[in-house]
């Protein structure tokens, strides 16, 4: 006999990885020594901010997205870029892979101009 008004979210489920990889993140930078405070919006250029020693950092999170390496075979993850907001912003992405649920912030490559 099933519970009324109790659906399954299944962890995989597309409407749902956003959510899980945020609060893994939130989690995540809490074990790391932050204080976080969370977008309350589903849109914009930042999830969250994070403070550490007097520091602020915006952070959008992304979830990795598995992808075979043409050439050498490899199973390697893929992760968006900043948009032009974003790197004005500062924001710092923080990828999220969804199968071993582990976070790792992005190193951002900055453009030099001459």
Known sequence: MGVVG?????????S?????????????????????????????PIDMVAIKDGATTFIDVKTAQPQQHKTTGNNVTKC?????????????LLQFNPVDR???FIKH????YD
């Open 6 to 14: 109790v659906i399954h979210i299944k962890p995989n489920d597309d």
């Open 16 to 44: 749902r990885k956003g959510d899980l990889a945020e609060y893994y993140a939130v989690t995540w930078l809490w074990d790391k020594g932050y204080e976080v405070f969370k977008n309350t919006g589903c849109t914009g």
């Open 80 to 92: 968006q870029s900043r948009n032009d907001l974003q790197k004005k912003l500062g924001v710092q």
């Open 102 to 104: 582990t976070l790792h």
């Open 109 to 112: 490559r900055e453009k030099k």
